[in-house]
């Protein structure tokens, strides 16, 4: 048997850098246990818990569309004020709006009472149901643009309307959709006493949306803008 020889007294006594590593890393599991157990036991318990609150997004999100339709099918059978406020049964457009805010059912709840509040000439409260949505795709944030300029017009504020429907046409992806906002929005101009801002509008609204109806709108504009005095 091979006798091992200690090293000199006073001498560096060789030694493996990853073996060093190892035990100390070995040495901090053991000492740390508890610690690392806990750690892990937070991270499976976020996971879940992420888990859990995308399956409550979606249960809300669908439930969110269920009481949208059934409110819509009383706004189409009912009256407009009881589509508002719903009944015993199905909570009103109000209450899904506010409930519901942010998802698919309570934006289309909210599009929906403003619309209603405007036909019941209260656009004051409509415009606020409009400034209220959030959480929206790009068509729909244009729709509620659109909803808010309307709210607009009928309280007299015709440029600010304008303004807005301007907003309406260059958020929306649908293309025809943006070409009626435009149109729109440049016909308000031009009635809000701001002529060249309209035909601006108009014009490019004839080169970007070519083919559209609203790109027919802006030119027929662009023929009584021409036809003003002084123009």
Partial sequence: MKQTIPPPEGSAVPTNGIQEKTD?????????????????????????????????????????????????????????????????????????????????????????????????????????????????????????????ARALELQGKTAEAASALENAGTTARNKALSAIYLADAADLYLAAGKPDKAALLAEKLGTSHEGYSGAAKARQLELRIAALPGK
């Avoid at 269920?66 to 719903?86: N, R, Y």
């Avoid at 403003?114 to 944030?141: C, F, Q, R």
């Fill in 24 to 148: 100390a890393l070995l040495a901090f599991l053991i000492k740390n246990q508890s610690t690392l157990i806990a750690v892990s036991i937070v991270i499976v318990l976020a996971g879940g818990a992420m888990f859990y609150l995308q399956q409550q997004q979606r249960a809300r999100a669908a439930e969110s569309s269920i009481l949208a339709a059934e409110a819509a099918a009383m706004l189409e059978s009912g009256t407009l004020q009881q589509a508002i406020d719903g009944n015993d049964l199905t909570p009103g457009l109000r209450r899904i709006a506010s409930d519901y805010r942010g998802t698919p059912g309570g934006n289309l709840a909210a599009l929906m009472l403003g619309e209603s509040l405007l036909n019941l000439d209260k656009p004051e409260e409509a415009e606020e149901v409009y400034n209220s949505m959030k959480g929206i795709n790009k068509d729909l944030e244009a729709a509620a643009a659109a909803g808010r």
